[in-house]
């Protein structure tokens, strides 16, 4: 009986005790929720907007719908597959656009430079704020429904779909336009008279996410002397990619042909920027990047040519050699340090089926044969007979040839064979400069016969010639202005400062070649084809 009763105390004391445990819990959480937020004695409060420097009307972000809007503002800014750069220039883990060590470029083209920026002052100056035509709808590429919406999938897939999948109902301020990833936005702003504009606010994003978007696919490029990749990314935009091949300070041999030399990652890289310097604007943007070989193109390829190449070399990095016409061997395979590669990542252009491309024989091929000449080269009037063949005889194809001409003299380009242009606009309209990987293999010599166009024609736009003026002066130094624009790439040094003096030289041969031809002129107006009236 005794030990029962004892029983039960206990139980009834254990009971009691657990009600006022509950009991002072109910209490401190009545007199927590019945305090004014401004007396809680909490160490977490965000901060006052005097205190973390915003200005006093500044409306903290807080609460969980804000917080779900912060977090889609975040994922639409990377487009769902953004990883940080390999390789960004004194750039922290934490770096963001508009912090030292990003590559940018301002909204205004200045390629996002600071004060004392020679780029800045560069695209300041009147010749480089000459305004294009009234772009209308017939020299648009591409005739865009402004109805048509973009978004990825909610399932996490990262795929774009049409409108007729996605939300009917756009964020307030946004149209159909804002969906659309930037590769494809810069696809729909390629017009008849510039592949992308001066003051291009997608240009940031399009080579940070050349330089950093997720990759999904590698296969190998069909055609073509030496192995290509094109990369896909979760957006379904697409990369060429060029392996690197040789070191920065390394020169093609003077034994060397023209056709037999390599093709230079960084050459890729460094003739976008100096496309864009001269004004031209008809190289597709370009990025350079580190590749894991095996994460990014081994594990993820679905071309078993290409997946039958890979082999640990001696050494223990991991190697690659593909299938095309040159350099696709073991003895010529592209190695990592062990997995890590360089390349150069170019947006690719619309898709030929959706855009057609015409290519065109340069009048000034060369032969591509070790013994024989082209008939330019034995020709000194060969210009006479170029000037009589559609479509040289008319228009400004033959002008803008020539701008192709300085544009590969400046870089040392032998290997322009063809230029392709879009089929939609004929012939008026501006030559692609694709392909400028065989540029910029040496600098202690230069190539006076790529200036054959320009020598034996004696005639360049009057903005080309004015602009080239412009960069051989102290304050645009053509050397200054390509060293500073390449800074910003993530595999900056991209070029061998031999390479950048290279320039000033260069730049100082095709203004003395244009010397000549006014010295024998009657007037100037023969040689400077007067492209820009009363707009400079």
């Known amino acids: 009986m005794r030990r029962q009763l004892q029983t039960l105390l206990q139980r009834k004391f254990k009971v009691g005790l657990l009600f006022l445990l509950l009991l002072a819990l109910l209490v401190h959480l009545a007199m927590d929720l019945a305090l004014p937020a401004a007396s809680r004695p909490c160490g977490c409060d965000a901060k006052t907007p005097k205190a973390s420097g915003l200005p006093s009307d500044s409306i903290m972000l807080a609460g969980p719908k804000k917080l779900s809007l912060r977090i889609l503002q975040d994922f639409s800014g990377s487009n769902g597959s953004l990883e940080k750069s390999p390789r960004l220039q004194g750039a922290g883990p934490h770096t963001r656009a508009g912090e030292p060590g990003v590559q940018r470029w301002r909204g205004d083209g200045d390629a ?23 772009v209308t709808e017939k020299d648009k590429l591409f005739v865009v429904n402004p109805m048509e919406k973009f978004s990825l999938r909610s399932s996490g897939s990262d795929e774009w779909v049409s409108s007729s999948k996605a939300e009917t109902l756009l964020p307030t301020g946004k149209t159909a336009y804002d969906t659309y990833p930037t590769w494809l936005k810069f696809h729909v702003g390629i017009n008849r008279y510039e592949l992308y504009p001066r003051r291009d606010p997608l240009m940031p994003t399009l080579l940070r996410d050349l330089a950093t978007q997720r990759i999904v696919s590698s296969v190998q490029k069909s055609g073509g002397t030496q192995l290509k990749l094109i990369m896909t990314f979760p957006n379904y935009g697409q ?26 990652h960084n050459a890729e890289i460094a003739a976008f920027h100096l496309d864009r310097i001269l004004d031209f604007r008809r190289i597709p943007p370009v990025s350079g990047r580190l590749v894991n070989i095996t994460k990014e193109i081994r594990d993820i390829t679905t071309d078993k040519k290409l997946a039958k190449t890979f082999f640990i070399s001696p050494a223990g990095n991991v190697c690659f050699y593909g299938e095309c016409s040159y350099y696709c061997s073991t003895e010529h395979a592209l190695c990592g340090k062990p997995d890590q590669l360089e390349g150069s990542m170019a947006a690719l252009l619309p898709d030929k089926t959706l855009a057609k491309r015409r290519s065109w024989r340069s009048p000034w091929r060369r032969s591509y044969h070790k013994s024989k000449k082209a008939e330019w080269e ?39 064979h063809h230029y392709e242009t879009f089929e939609k606009f004929g012939n008026d309209t501006f030559l692609l400069h694709l392909d400028n990987g065989r540029g910029f293999g040496t600098h202690s010599r230069d190539e006076p016969s790529i200036l054959a166009p320009l020598q034996q024609c004696c005639s360049i736009k009057k903005s080309t010639y004015l602009r ?25 040094p991209v070029l061998a400062e031999p390479h950048l003096r290279a320039l000033d030289r260069r730049l100082g041969k095709v203004l003395a070649a244009v010397g000549r031809c006014l010295a024998r002129a009657a007037s100037p107006e023969e040689v400077l084809v007067d492209d820009v009236g009363s707009r400079v």
Do not use: W
């Not at 060029?242 to 041999?253: G, L, S």
């Not at 060397?256 to 230079?264: I, N, T």
């Not at 000037?387 to 544009?407: A, C, F, K, S, W």
């Not at 003026?469 to 390509?482: G, W």
């Open 112 to 134: 996002g430079r600071t004060e004392g920026s020679k780029l800045v002052a560069l695209f300041e100056h009147p010749l480089y704020n000459i305004p294009v035509p009234e």
């Open 239 to 264: 990369a060429l990619f060029k392996p690197m091949k040789q070191t920065r300070d390394q020169e093609t041999p003077i034994d060397f042909f023209y056709f037999s030399d390599f093709e230079r």
């Open 378 to 416: 034995l020709n000194p009037n060969y210009c006479a007979q170029v000037r009589e063949t559609p479509p040289y005889d008319r228009g400004h194809r033959l002008l803008d040839l020539i701008d192709m001409t300085v544009l590969d003299f400046l870089m040392g380009n032998m290997d322009r």
């Open 468 to 492: 080239l003026q412009l960069l051989a002066t102290q304050p645009y130094r053509l050397s200054d202005l390509l060293r500073e624009a390449l800074a910003t790439d993530p595999l900056a």
